[in-house]
């Protein structure tokens, strides 16, 4: 029987969750990277925690049989997607990218596209500014270089402490909407934007809101991963599985 492990923590992973809970010839494992404390529910059995390297992810191929592995993850969850590549290559474990597109800018947006965490903290005014940074928890303390500036922080869960001076968190679930990042932004008089160029459409609202507002957006280019097959809609990766999906996003 067909195995699959699902690495995802993703809107599209969820989707794939129940196109093959709904496929009674498939067998599959959803796996969370643990990050946050209360993660999604899935129609699949679910796993969470790393796997210990690329070692220890071969030895759980192998373990558990996978015949097949989606990597479905966060498009900037590089270390994962690197390391299901090297270890699907020596199991001999066919692997296939469930990749969104990534976000273009369009007429009335002021991007500013930077490689990484680094260059978006220099990219940021040395002047006092009110910036809402949209990037998860793990990459804040970079921007500690610039205290100056008032941050805005959402979260899925509360920290337990923030390594910036001056912060406000913000706890609350994606996806979101365009009027209520506007509201947001409005309430915080936000004059920067961070984020991810994660792609989708559940995080792009705050993107929508910073061209109706007219602010600034630095953008974090995604990282660069080795060569794999890739797919772009749930149908295409249950067709790389051998199976018709209904579902066509």
């Not at 989606?70 to 270890?87: G, K, L, W, Y």
């Amino acid at each position: 029987m067909t195995h699959i492990l699902l690495l995802g923590g993703t809107t599209e992973a969820g989707l794939l969750a129940h196109a093959l809970a709904d496929n009674a010839g498939l067998r599959a494992v959803y796996s969370y990277a643990g990050r946050t404390e209360a993660p999604v529910a899935q129609p699949i059995p679910v796993r969470v925690g790393g796997f210990g390297g690329v070692a220890g992810l071969v030895a759980f191929l192998r373990e558990q049989a996978i015949s097949h592995v989606i990597d479905a993850t966060h498009p900037f969850a590089e270390q994962m997607s690197r390391h299901a590549v090297a270890a699907c290559a020596e199991a001999g474990v066919p692997l296939i990218g469930f990749e969104r597109s990534a976000w273009i800018a369009g007429p009335g947006d002021d991007w500013q596209g930077v490689p990484d965490i680094a260059a978006a903290v220099a990219a940021l005014p040395d002047t006092a500014a009110r910036v809402f940074l949209a990037i998860g928890r793990q990459h804040l303390a970079p921007f500690a270089a610039k205290p100056r500036h008032s941050y805005l922080v959402r979260l899925v869960d509360r920290p337990g402490s923030l390594p910036l001076p001056q912060a406000h968190v913000v706890v609350a679930r994606g996806p979101f909407t365009t009027t209520g990042d506007i509201a947001l932004m409005r309430a915080h008089r936000i004059t920067h934007v961070v984020a991810k160029n994660a792609g989708g459409d559940g995080a792009r609202a705050k993107l929508d809101a910073a061209r109706a507002l007219g602010l600034s957006v630095i953008l974090i280019d995604r990282p660069a991963l080795p060569d794999r097959q890739v797919a772009g809609s749930v149908a295409a990766v249950m067709g790389f599985l051998g199976h018709a999906a209904d579902l066509g996003v």
